[in-house]
């Protein structure tokens, strides 16, 4: 009869958090266990069947990421390095000094997304479909300059929310350069040396800013490179700061004149490189593999000679990255 009743109550309590009835109400209609025990129970049931902040939720998978970066990504060692060393650095400390906060920045095509979605699917169980996992697209969330106060607002409430719910969230701002001017500064005190914020800890959460500013300078830097017959992977991050911190703050767009770059609150700088005819194989070859195709070397040209290159007179690095390998992909093997 106990058990029975044991039954009854727990999926009363689930039918609570469908029809929004309190806890106590339960309790008083059936008087088994104490209002504290009740909300134990039903919370733990709950967590089992919806996405909750609990290790069944939300559980760093650092070898699958590190592998993930290393199979998946292709010609842009800075970025694998360095993600992968601020992500362990971050996530492993129990008590950071400031929320995490990396700016991705580089041409159209080179990865800038992809790593985004790499990070989400090896720190929440439902990666980017995770409701602590938030992605903001500037000409979609934030179109217009003029509403720049309601976006503060709106922003500020759901980073607030979010943080309150899940320590470890993690927040996507893509198209940085096009972002209302001076809409980024809201983030300031989450991302600043502060135990809490309005009682709200922001410590362990992560901030993603995607950019294509800068993306030229680093361009022109890996091509000087290249026309010196040195290796890619001879490129250290340190080069590339200096030249990505010009292009942000100098730049008109999101970051421009922002107190996120003034005060420091950036950690890291990440380089997207352009990448080479080499690199665009490697990405029609993973595409071709995952559906189901053969693998040939004239397969991988074919794909290769439908994208555009520059610089005109040397056709180096491809203008698009690999964003449109899968499209070419389905047109040479249809």
């Given amino acids: ?13 689930f039918l609570s958090q469908i029809t929004q009835i309190s806890a106590f109400v339960i309790e008083s209609a059936i008087g088994i266990v104490a209002l504290p025990t009740v909300a134990f129970l039903g919370s733990k049931l709950y967590c089992q069947i919806e996405e909750c902040c ?40 129990k008590s950071p000094n400031k929320a995490l906060a990396l700016s991705f ?23 980017m479909e995770s409701s602590f996992v938030h992605q903001f697209i500037a000409t979609h969330d934030f179109p217009h300059q003029s509403d720049v106060e309601f976006y503060k607002r ?23 350069d096009k972002m209302p001017i001076g809409l980024i500064d809201v983030l300031k005190p989450y991302l600043d040396h502060y135990p809490d914020v309005g009682k709200i800890d ?14 030229h300078l680093i361009n022109n830097a ?12 001879d490129i250290k991050i340190k080069e590339m700061d200096m030249v990505i911190n010009l292009g942000e ?30 690199h665009i194989k490697m990405c029609a070859k993973a595409d071709l593999e995952y ?24 056709k180096v690095f491809s203008q698009s990255g690999c964003k449109k390998v899968s499209s070419k992909v389905d047109y040479i093997m249809g």
């Avoid at 959460?205 to 500013?213: R, V, Y």
Wanted: hydrophobic share 40%.
């Fill in 291 to 314: 559906k189901g195709h053969p693998v040939t070397e004239l397969i991988l040209n074919n794909i290769a000679d439908e994208l555009m290159y520059f610089p005109d007179d040397l």
């Fill in 202 to 215: 922001y410590r362990k959460s992560i901030f993603i800013f995607l950019s294509n500013t800068g993306g």
């Fill in 154 to 176: 709106q922003l500020r409430n759901r980073v607030a929310k979010s943080v309150s719910d899940c320590s470890r969230s993690m927040f996507i701002f893509d198209e940085m």
């Fill in 249 to 278: 703050f100098n730049n008109k767009g999101g970051f421009w004149h922002a107190s996120l770059i003034e005060k420091n609150l950036i950690d890291y700088f990440i380089p997207f490189m352009p990448l080479e005819r080499a």
């Fill in 54 to 93: 609990t290790d069944k939720w939300l559980s760093p998978n650092i070898t699958g990421l590190q592998s993930s970066l290393r199979r998946r990504v292709f010609g842009q060692h800075l970025v694998t390095e360095t993600v992968l060393k601020a992500l362990v650095g971050h996530l492993n400390n």
């Fill in 222 to 233: 890996v091509l000087t490179h290249w026309k010196e017959g040195k290796k890619r992977e």
């Fill in 1 to 13: 009869m106990e058990k029975f009743k044991l039954v009854l109550l727990i999926t009363a309590l």
């Fill in 105 to 127: 920045n580089g041409w159209t095509g080179s990865g800038k997304n992809f790593v985004s979605r790499i990070m989400a699917e090896h720190i929440f169980k439902r990666g």
